[in-house]
C-alpha cells in the first residue's frame, strides 16, 4: 500500500504544480477514503498535506479541522514525528482561530507548548516554540487577557534570544508593544516597550555588518520608518504635536506606504494592514487625549478613524444587512482587524459623551455597538463584555445604580481576564455604595475587599487607583473618616503620578474635599474643591460639577460666608437645570430602557448549516468526486472582494 501511496502523493504534486488543487485533493482523499488501511505516518502527512491545502486555496475551515483533529488522534499512536506534530498543532489552532473557537485555540497551543518543553532544546524546537507563543498571545488578546498575552510574547522573545535570532526579536518586541498600544494602563510601560523595540534595533544592525550596501540601506530604511511610527503614537516626537492638523494628516499616509514584516517564517509577523495602520494611530490619539479632556480634538480621530474603518469594511462586503455567517472565510480576519478597531472607536465615544453628560449621543454609539455585536458575535465575542460594561456605566450616569451593578457583574462573568474582572467588580461596588442602603453597602464590600486583597498582583495601576478610590467611598460612607483619607490621598497619587486621568484626579478631589469638611479642616476642603471643580469644568463633566458645587455650597454654609454660599446655590442651580434637561431627553428615548434592562444581549446563533453555503462563480461540485463543502474557491468572472484569498498563515492570525 506504501507504493499507492507514492503513486497518489507524486500525482498530487503534478496536479498542484499545474494549479489544479481540485484534482491535488481528490488525489489525496483518495487514501484518506480507502477501505483499506495505510500505516498512520502516511494518513497524517495525507491529512496535514489536504489540510494545508484547504486552508491556502478555499474558504471551508471546517473541513480542515476535520483532518487535523483526526491527525491529532493517530499521532498520538506515533512516539516520534516532532515536526509533524508540531505542523498539525499549527495549522489546528489557525482553524479554531477562524472559526472563533478561541478557547480550544488556546488548550491545543498550551499542549504544543507542552511537546516543546518535553524535546530537546534544539534550534528547530524554539522557532516552534516562537510560532506557538505568537498564536496563544492572538487568542489571549481577542479574550482582553493583556497580562497573559504579555506573558506569551515574553516567553516567544526569550526563545528567539536563545536562538539569536534578532528578526524574531523583533518580532516579538514589537508585538508586546502593540499590547501596550490596546491596553496603554500605564504610559511608563508603553515607553518602555518603545525603548526596547528601540534596542533591539540597534542590536539587529550591529550585528549584520556583512550586509551588502543595499541591505544595510533597506534596514535602516525599515528601522528610521519603524522608530518615526512609535515615536508618533507616544507623543515623543514633533509630529505627535501637528498630527491633528488636517494639512498634515494625508502626508503620514505617504511616509507608510509599505507594511513592514516583523517575523520570518514560521511567524510571518507583519504589521496591521495599512488603513487599520491608519486608524490604529487616530485611536492612539484619542487613547492619549481623552483623559486630559481634550474632546474636541478626539470627536475628529473618531470620525476620521471610523471613515477609514467603514471604507475598508464596504470593499470586504461588509454593508447593512450582512451578518457574520455571510464573510467567506478568507476574509474574517482582515474584518475581524477593522471591526475590533470600530469597537474600540465607539467604545472611546461612549465614553466621551458619558463624560460630557451626552446621554443621547453615548446611547446611539452604545446602540451601534451592541448591533455589530449581535451581527457578528464570533468575531467580536471579546467586546461582549466591554458592551455590559458601558451598559452599566451608561446606567450609572444617568442615576440607574441598581441596573448598572447588574451590567458591570453580568460583564465582569463574561470576560476570563482577571485585570478586567478585578475593574468590573469595582465598578458594581460603587454602584452598590450610590444605592445607598446597608444590604447594598455590604455588597459593595463583598465585591471591594477581594479586589483590594489582591491589587498589588496587577502589573499596571489601573486596578489599584479604581479600587483605592470605591474602598475610600465606602470607608466614608461607613464613617471611618481617617482611614479613608489615608486611602483616597494613596489613590490620588497613583491617579496622577501614572494615569493623568483628569476626571478621576477631579473625582477624587472631590471626595477628599468633603472629606476634610467633614474633618472641619475647611482651608484644605476650600482648596481642594477649588482644584476640583476646575478640572471639571475643563471636562464639561456635568455631574461633576454638580458633586462639587453642594459641597461647595455647605462648605460656604459651615463658614457663614453667606454671598459665597447665594452665588454658588445659583451658578449649582443652573447646572442642576441643565443635567435635569439631558437626563429626561434621554430617559425619554426609545433606547433607554433596553440599554438599562436587566437582560444580557441575545446574539444569534449561527449552525454548520448557515456557514456551509455556495461560493460565487462556477460551482465545483460537479467536477470533483470530493465533498462538497470542500468549498473550493474558483476564479469569478467579476473580480469580489468577497473572494479575497489569504494565504493559510496570514489568515490564522489576528495581527496584535
Known sequence: MEAVAEGLWGLADYHEKKAEIGKTIKCLEAICQSPVSFLPIVEVKTRIRIATLLLRHSHNVNHAKAHLERTQLLLKSIPACFELKCRAYSLLSQCYHLVGAIPSQKQIMNKALELIESCSDGFVAKLWSCNFSSQLANALIIEGDYQRSISALQHGYNCATEIHYPELQMFFTTSILHVHLMQWDDV?????????????????????????????????????????????????????????????????????????????????????????????????????????????????????????????????????????????????????????????????????????????????????????????????????????????????????????????????????????????????????????????????????????????????????TSVLFAYGLLLMKQQNLQEARIRLATGLQITHSHLGNLQLVSQYLTILGNLALALHDTGQAREILRSALTLAKKLYDVPTQVWVLSVLTALYQELGERGNEMENSDYQRKKVDDLEKKLAEARSSIHHLELIGQTKIQAPQFHEVDIKRPIAGSSMGANLDIPESVGLVTPSPIPSSRLLDLDSVRRGKRRI
Open 188 to 464: 511608563n510601560l508603553v515607553e518602555e516597550a518603545v525603548v526596547k523595540c528601540d534596542e533591539v534595533w540597534e542590536s539587529l544592525e550591529l550585528i549584520k555588518p556583512d550586509l551588502h550596501h543595499r541591505g544595510r540601506s533597506e534596514l535602516s530604511k525599515k528601522q528610521a520608518q519603524l522608530q518615526q511610527q512609535l515615536r508618533d503614537m507616544t507623543g515623543t516626537s514633533p509630529i505627535w504635536q501637528d498630527y491633528h492638523n488636517s494639512a498634515y494628516h494625508g502626508n503620514l499616509r505617504q511616509v507608510w506606504a509599505d507594511e513592514l514584516e516583523l517575523a520570518p517564517a514560521p511567524i510571518d509577523g507583519e504589521w496591521l494592514p495599512k488603513n487599520a495602520v491608519y486608524a490604529l494611530v487616530d485611536l492612539m490619539v484619542i487613547i492619549f487625549w481623552r483623559p486630559k479632556g481634550l474632546f474636541k480634538e478626539c470627536g475628529k480621530r473618531i470620525q476620521s478613524g471610523s471613515q477609514v474603518i467603514q471604507e475598508e469594511l464596504s470593499k470586504l462586503g461588509i454593508v447593512d444587512g450582512v451578518r457574520e455567517v455571510d464573510l467567506q472565510h478568507s476574509a474574517i480576519w482582515v474584518a475581524g482587524v477593522y471591526l475590533m478597531l470600530l469597537m474600540q472607536f465607539l467604545e472611546n465615544k461612549v465614553a466621551v459623551e458619558l463624560t460630557r453628560a451626552e446621554f443621547v449621543e453615548a446611547q446611539e454609539a452604545l446602540v451601534e455597538m451592541r448591533n455589530w455585536y449581535v451581527r457578528f458575535p464570533t468575531i467580536l465575542q471579546a467586546c461582549e463584555s466591554i458592551i455590559e460594561m458601558l451598559r452599566g456605566q451608561y446606567a450609572q450616569s444617568v442615576g440607574c445604580f441598581a441596573e448598572a451593578a447588574f451590567h458591570f457583574i453580568e460583564a465582569a462573568k463574561l470576560t476570563e481576564s482577571k485585570s478586567l474582572q478585578a475593574m468590573y467588580q469595582v465598578y458594581a461596588a460603587i454602584s452598590y455604595i450610590c444605592n445607598g442602603d446597608a444590604e447594598s453597602s455590604s455588597r459593595a464590600l463583598d465585591l471591594i475587599v477581594p479586589v483590594y486583597g489582591m491589587m498589588d498582583s496587577f502589573t499596571g495601576v489601573r486596578e489599584k
